[in-house]
C-alpha cells in the first residue's frame, strides 16, 4: 500500500461532528503530497467558524502520524476554494441523502 493511501486510511477514521461522514469523504481535504518522510495536507472546515476549527486539524495531524513512514505533518487550512457540498464524493451524498 502506498504512503498516501495508508494517509488517506486515516483521515477516512475522523468524522465532521456534525455529518455522520468522515472528513475525506466530506471533501475536506484539498491535497496530500509527501516530501521524504513528511506529508504536506491541506485542508479546510465546512465553515470558517466551524466549532471544531481548532481540535479538526490537530486530529488530521495525530491520524496522519499513525502511519509508520511520516515523521512530520505540515497542514495548511485553506478557504479557497471554499468548500461546497459538491466536493463531498457520491457515497458522502447518499449518506446524507443529498
Do not use: F, H, R
Not at 4 to 29: A, H, Q, R, S, W
Not at 53 to 65: F, I, N, Y
Request: hydrophobic content about 40%; glycine content about 4%; overall charge negative.
Amino acid at each position: 500500500m502506498e504512503i498516501k493511501d495508508k494517509i488517506i486510511n486515516e483521515i477516512k477514521k475522523i468524522y465532521d461532528p456534525e455529518l455522520p461522514v468522515n472528513i475525506y469523504e466530506l471533501g475536506l481535504i484539498y491535497d496530500i503530497k509527501i516530501v521524504g518522510k513528511k506529508a504536506e495536507i491541506k485542508m479546510t472546515l465546512t465553515t470558517p467558524n466551524c466549532p471544531v476549527a481548532e481540535s479538526l486539524p490537530k486530529e488530521v495531524k495525530e491520524g496522519v502520524m499513525q502511519v509508520e513512514e511520516i515523521e512530520d505533518v505540515d497542514l495548511e487550512l485553506v478557504w479557497d476554494p471554499p468548500w461546497t457540498k459538491d466536493m463531498m464524493t457520491d457515497a458522502a451524498k447518499l449518506e446524507l441523502n443529498l
